[in-house]
């Protein structure tokens, strides 16, 4: 059973930057298809981005070009580097693993309990 943390939330101003961090535990990230989604208030969770067992990554049409997902299996760990961040990105991040690369939450196995990031303008 895989166990995920998330951490690296904060404040940041628009146009700033964060990175988030997911550290996995029980199994081995390289196992499982990982992603990042978001759920800003009022509104259902989303997603975010994926990155394959082979490293293939896929994007949100909202982050695209902004964000970075990455994975360093020797750490065990799966990164989200936001870039040029806007008041909108303002949500709980949560990672998730799951066997395959797709973007809907009923289809991902485990969840981290989430992490604020808040964007100012």
């Known amino acids: 059973q895989v166990q995920l943390v998330e951490s690296g939330g904060g404040l940041a101003q628009a146009g700033g930057s964060l990175r988030l961090s997911c550290a996995a535990s029980?199994?081995?990230?390289?196992?499982?298809?990982m992603a990042w989604f978001r759920q800003a208030p009022g509104k259902e969770r989303e997603f975010v981005a994926a990155?394959?067992?082979?490293?293939?990554?896929y994007y949100a049409d909202s982050v695209k070009g902004r964000f970075t997902i990455s994975r360093n299996n020797a750490e065990n760990t799966v990164y989200l580097q936001m870039n040029s961040l806007k008041p909108e990105d303002t949500a709980v991040y949560y990672c998730a693993a799951g066997p395959f690369m797709q973007t809907m939450a009923n289809d991902y196995d485990t969840w981290g309990q989430g992490t604020q990031v808040t964007v100012s303008s």
């Open positions: 029980g199994r081995t990230i390289g196992n499982y298809v």
């Open positions: 990155i394959s067992r082979s490293g293939v990554t």
